[in-house]
C-alpha cells in the first residue's frame, strides 16, 4: 500500500514538473526572443523610441521601449546606465514588470551635460538591460546607449 501510494506522489510530482518546465519553456522562448529582438538590433524599432531635447549645451535623452508579453508568467525589463565619472552624464534607472497578455513601457532619462559627444558620436556609454521572468530565470545584455541614441535622435 505505501509504495502504491509513492507511486502515486512520483507521477503527480512529474506531471507537475513537466507542466511546470512546459509553460516555463513556452514563456521563455516567447518573451525572450521578443525582447533580445527588439534591444539587440541596435537601431530604433517601432518598439524604441529616443528624443532628445537640447538646453544650451545640455541634452536631455529620453528612450522609451515598449515590451508585449505574449507568455504565461509576468516579465520585469530594467535599463541601468553605466556612465564613468566626471563623464557628465546622469541617468535614471527604470523598472517595469509586464504581466502575461499586457504591454508596458520602460520610460528612460539621460542627461548629456555636453551634447556635442551626442553630435561627433563620441558618446560611449554602455547600458545594463535585464530581463527576468519571473520568478524563474534572467538575463543581462550590455548595450552602447550612445550608438542607441545617435541612430535614434540626431
Known amino acids: 500500500m505505501l509504495a502504491h501510494s509513492l507511486r502515486s506522489v512520483a507521477l503527480v510530482i512529474t506531471l507537475v514538473s513537466l507542466v511546470t518546465f512546459s509553460t516555463v519553456g513556452y514563456t521563455a522562448y516567447s518573451d525572450v526572443s521578443n525582447v533580445l529582438n527588439t534591444v539587440s538590433g541596435g ?10 531635447v537640447v538646453q544650451g549645451l545640455a541634452a536631455n535623452v529620453y528612450l522609451n521601449v515598449t515590451l508585449a508579453n505574449s507568455g504565461l ?8 546606465c553605466l556612465p564613468s565619472n566626471g ?3 546622469t541617468c535614471t534607472s527604470p523598472s517595469i514588470t509586464v504581466l502575461p497578455g499586457q504591454s508596458g513601457t520602460l520610460r528612460f532619462t539621460m542627461t548629456v551635460e555636453n551634447y556635442s559627444q551626442v553630435l561627433t558620436g563620441g558618446l560611449n556609454i554602455d547600458g545594463q ?5 519571473e520568478p524563474f530565470a534572467s538575463i543581462n ?8 541614441i545617435t541612430e535614434g535622435g540626431a
Open 43 to 52: 537601431s530604433p524599432t517601432s518598439a524604441i523610441t529616443t528624443k532628445i
Open 73 to 80: 508568467y509576468p516579465v520585469v525589463l530594467s535599463l541601468v
Open 87 to 89: 563623464s557628465g552624464i
Open 129 to 133: 538591460v535585464k530581463v527576468a521572468l
Open 141 to 148: 545584455l550590455t548595450v552602447n546607449l550612445g550608438t542607441l
